[in-house]
């Protein structure tokens, strides 16, 4: 996995994150004290979603490094909690630090499908000696029909998933302008909910590799 964060010795990781954090916790305490300060407590709502694309940021690397999240490959990510597998894909931090290392033949777009799709293979490779239990996840990336096709069930996002893809609004705007490399405004009722369970996941390797297969293809033709 080409990821410039992850390659660095582990005590540097650590290190970074643990420095970003600080300057971060102080740009943020100073914006919030300067706004009070010169009363303009509004200025705070206009600042709430840029301390969520931080706070991502932050909690990315700090999950790695704890091991709550595992990255299968640059953007797919996994977070085990209470039996249950979470998928989360694209997140703006692994696109600043893997993207730079992409295929140069390919757009962001099409290197990020490739690699979610290795990540999918990762994960089923190491599913296959595991008992069966659910996954779930929400992406933009899986037409409504490629869903169905791969097994994943679709259902519409429940309220606090709803909550979470509204206050990380910004995260999902500059997530989604650097995939297609343009501004985009995403809507949030294409962002769809996927479940599937480990053992079906496995039954639908052969779609992914396939898949893989077709995408590496018509890129080489371009």
């Known amino acids: 996995m080409k990821h410039s964060f992850y390659e660095l010795p582990r005590a540097r990781q650590w290190t970074l994150s643990i420095v970003f954090a600080i300057l971060g916790a102080v740009l ?60 989360h894909t694209t997140t703006l931090f692994d696109q600043l630090f ?18 979610i ?31 169905q096709k791969l097994g994943f069930t679709i259902r519409a996002a429940d309220p606090v998933s709803k909550f979470i893809l509204i206050i990380n609004y910004l995260n999902l705007v500059l997530s989604m302008s650097i995939t297609k490399g343009h501004l ?10 996927f479940e599937i369970s480990t053992t079906d996941l496995i039954r639908q390797e052969p779609l992914f590799r396939a898949w893989r297969m077709q995408l590496i293809r018509r890129t080489q033709r371009t």
């Open 28 to 87: 943020i305490l100073s914006s919030v004290f300067l706004c009070m300060y010169f009363l303009q407590p509004w200025l705070l709502l206009l600042l709430i979603p840029l301390y969520f694309v931080f706070a991502q940021l932050l909690d990315i690397p700090f999950g790695h490094l704890r091991g709550t999240l595992k990255h299968y490959s640059p953007m797919l990510i996994v977070q085990p909690i209470s039996g249950t597998y979470y998928l």
């Open 117 to 147: 799709l290795d990540g999918f293979l990762a994960l089923i490779d190491d599913l296959k000696e595991q008992p069966d239990l659910p996954i779930v996840g929400t992406t933009h990336f899986l037409s409504l029909r490629r869903a």
């Open 184 to 193: 985009r405004f995403p809507k949030l009722n294409q962002v769809r909910r």
């Open 98 to 115: 893997a993207l730079p290392h992409k295929d140069p033949k390919l757009s962001n777009q099409q290197q990020i499908l490739i690699w």
